[in-house]
T-cell receptor
Framework: DAKTTQPNSMESNEEEPVHLPCNHS???????IHWYRQLPSQGPEYVIH???SNVNNRMASLAIAEDRKSSTLILHRATLRDAAVYYC???????????FGTGTRLTVIP | DAGVIQSPRHEVTEMGQEVTLRCKPI?????LFWYRQTMMRGLELLIY????????DSGMPEDRFSAKMPNASFSTLKIQPSEPRDSAVYFC??????????FGSGTRLTVV
């Protein structure tokens, strides 16, 4: 499976935008880019996913580089409740399993 | 929908005892996954089912671990006999085809 690389940790001030980067230089044409987050003492939670085009939903936006070798999860206005570990995962079309890496621990500063 | 329901939330057992973890997936979802999370190894996929059939159990650590899905609304993960190194948080998740996974709240297992 193609791997992803994320920074171990990031900090953001409350109510400011947060850009969480993910590198996936060995991505294949059939890999979807998925983002999950895990809040303290909870199970992971689906955030967003995309293939080639940028995606928006109520939680976040996903910006995908033109060559697809990197992507950025954007939280438009960080709140204290967004403090979590964010995982960037590649998932092949039709594959029904997700392999989690170590993710990025986001700290939101009041 | 109540989401994915796992029970128990916490389990403390003595080494050598049998442990059974339970999961009720979201109604209508056709895939179910068991994960284990520890500080050292992070989130590991143990096994997943598609339409109640085990598809990939390559993540199951050893023969002491077994999982079943007798119907679309129930799955169990059994450890027999349990060992201290099995202590972890065990998550169950379900999904419909290629859509996002929904995880349960997990079962925190402590084997003493």
């Amino acid at each position: 499976d193609a791997k992803t690389t994320q920074p171990n940790s990031m900090e953001s001030n409350e109510e400011e935008p947060v850009h969480l980067p993910c590198n996936h230089s060995t991505i294949s044409g059939t890999d979807y880019i998925h983002w999950y987050r895990q809040l303290p003492s909870q199970g992971p939670e689906y955030v967003i996913h995309g293939l080639t085009s940028n995606v928006n939903n109520r939680m976040a936006s996903l910006a995908i580089a033109e060559d697809r070798k990197s992507s950025t999860l954007i939280l438009h206005r960080a709140t204290l409740r967004d403090a979590a570990v964010y995982y960037c995962i590649l998932r092949k079309t039709g594959a029904n399993n997700l392999f989690f890496g170590t993710g990025t621990r986001l700290t939101v500063i009041p | 929908d109540a989401g994915v329901i796992q029970s128990p939330r916490h389990e403390v057992t003595e080494m050598g005892q049998e442990v059974t973890l339970r999961c009720k997936p979201i109604s209508g979802h056709n895939s179910l996954f068991w994960y284990r999370q520890t500080m050292m190894r992070g989130l590991e996929l143990l096994i997943y089912f598609n339409n109640n059939v085990p598809i990939d159990d390559s993540g199951m650590p050893e023969d002491r671990f077994s999982a079943k899905m007798p119907n679309a609304s129930f799955s169990t993960l059994k450890i027999q006999p349990s060992e201290p190194r099995d202590s972890a948080v065990y998550f169950c998740a379900s999904s419909l085809n290629d859509y996002g996974y929904t995880f349960g709240s997990g079962t925190r297992l402590t084997v003493v």
